[in-house]
């Protein structure tokens, strides 16, 4: 009974320091993915492309990062997380150091490539050890604080990175991003666990034989589709927000930055509220509010004209914080959709199919938008249009996801803790996976 008083304190003591690395490395990884869009018109401009080569710029790392969450999603439940997680953050830190030091078209591009392979894999495996170390009840929460990297990323990272690309060239973030990057490196390898505890319970098959049972699951399948669905039409949208503003819309490359800033300052606030909300009352039903509010922001941003300054910064706050707001409760839902012995692989199968979405929804988008002579880009509420789509499609494939009810967080020691079946989700629907034998 006292270790397991004790253990009340301890492991909440843990989850904030872990939360906390899992925020800074994800600050630094969306730092480095989302300054790219706004600095499109910098881009275009100095390496002398078009919105379809910008567009397979923006691709790149997403294609990239699916290809090899696809490899590791049979493998990386074989190894400990904090191992896998510190050598993946490695590599991605010298992917941006490589973006950093181009200085042509292909040589960026080579860049993403090399930046995505690693840094596609990080999200899955953070959300893997938020499974792992939080369990249901909580699990909402610490994805809403998970989540506020991307805002804070938006309200600080990008604007200044935007600063520094504008003021020093648009190679200055990525040197910057990888400076950053080797403390947040240092201070995971000593504060972070091992957390060990899913590899006893891993049966050594071969990763095909894995990645084919992950892909012929109903389950599995129902929660790929849906965060496909959500990436597909957001990144349609966003890959040429930025752009669009500037050429259509009349907002200045200086002032994009406060446009992100403010953007990134609501969802700063917004993800946590949306995270207890989903705790509270459902990630089912707190999603069902949100995913159409989120359709309709980003069909009303495709067609704006010419705008202030403040009318842009609303609307990029507005689609920031639906756009956040749905993916709270969708990752939450789709983290607990799997039991915890196969929750790295699966997770990081669906970080692959979540970039790979995410392309090939920025590659839609590069092959509808075009350039009219004066620098305008046209088409853009097509692109809106699918946004559109797919989000209301979303809305039936999430009430598909069934949740596992035996959610068992794994302790930040490694030790796999009972289940928590207090913790399932009123707002979802739920089905009795059967439980490994004790054999």
Not at 171 to 193: R, T, W
Not at 212 to 231: H, K, Q
Not at 332 to 354: D, H, I, K, W, Y
């Amino acid at each position: 009974m006292d270790a397991d008083a004790s253990s009340d304190v301890r492991p909440r003591v843990s989850e904030r320091t872990i939360l906390l690395v899992l925020a800074a490395v994800q600050f630094t990884s969306i730092v480095d993915f989302m300054i790219v869009m706004p600095l499109g018109k910098q881009l275009m401009r100095v390496l002398a492309i078009g919105p379809d080569r910008f567009g397979l710029i923006v691709a790149s790392y997403t294609f990239a990062a699916g290809a090899a969450g696809f490899v590791a999603s049979g493998v990386i439940d074989r190894f400990g997380r904090k191992a896998t997680f510190l050598s993946l953050y490695a590599g991605f830190l010298i992917g941006t150091l490589l973006c950093g030091l181009s200085s042509s078209y292909h040589a960026l591009l080579a860049a993403r490539v090399a930046t995505g392979a690693f840094g596609g894999v990080l999200g899955g495996l953070a959300m893997a050890i938020i499974g792992d170390v939080f369990p249901e009840q909580r699990r909402g929460r610490a994805t809403g604080t998970l989540m506020s990297a991307f805002a804070l990323a938006s309200v600080a990272g990008v604007p200044l990175g935007l600063s520094l690309g504008t003021d020093f060239g648009w190679q200055v973030p990525f040197l910057v991003l990888a400076g950053l990057g080797i403390p947040v490196l240092i201070v995971g390898a000593i504060a972070l666990p091992p957390l060990r505890g899913h590899v006893s319970k891993i049966q050594h098959v071969h990763p095909i034989r894995s990645l084919v049972e992950t892909f012929t699951d109903p389950n599995c399948l129902n929660a790929f589709a849906l965060i496909a669905a959500l990436m597909v039409g957001s990144f349609a949208v966003v890959s040429y927000v930025a752009t669009f503003l500037i050429v259509n819309g009349g907002v200045s490359e200086r002032d994009m930055r406060w446009v992100y800033a403010a953007g990134g300052a609501c969802t700063l606030v917004s993800s946590p509220i949306v995270g207890r909300l989903a705790d509270r009352y459902g990630k089912l039903r707190i999603y069902r509010v949100i995913a159409p509010l989120s359709a309709a922001v980003m069909m009303a941003i495709t067609v704006l004209p010419r705008v202030s300054v403040g009318v842009a910064a609303m609307m990029v706050s507005l689609l920031m914080v639906t756009n956040s707001g749905r993916m709270v409760p969708a990752m939450a839902m789709v983290t607990g959709s799997v039991e915890p012995r196969r929750r790295g692989g699966f997770l990081s199968a669906n970080a692959s199919v979540q970039h790979i979405a995410a392309g090939v929804g920025a590659f839609l988008a590069s092959r509808i938008i075009v350039e009219a002579p004066d620098g305008r880009l046209l088409n853009y509420p097509y692109v809106g249009l699918i946004a559109v789509a797919t989000g209301l499609l979303s809305l039936w494939l999430a009430g598909r996801l069934r949740l596992v009810s035996q959610s068992s967080a794994i302790g930040p020691n490694g030790s796999l803790g009972p289940a928590n079946e207090a913790g399932a989700d009123a707002g979802s629907p739920l089905v009795v996976l059967p439980r490994e034998s004790a054999g």
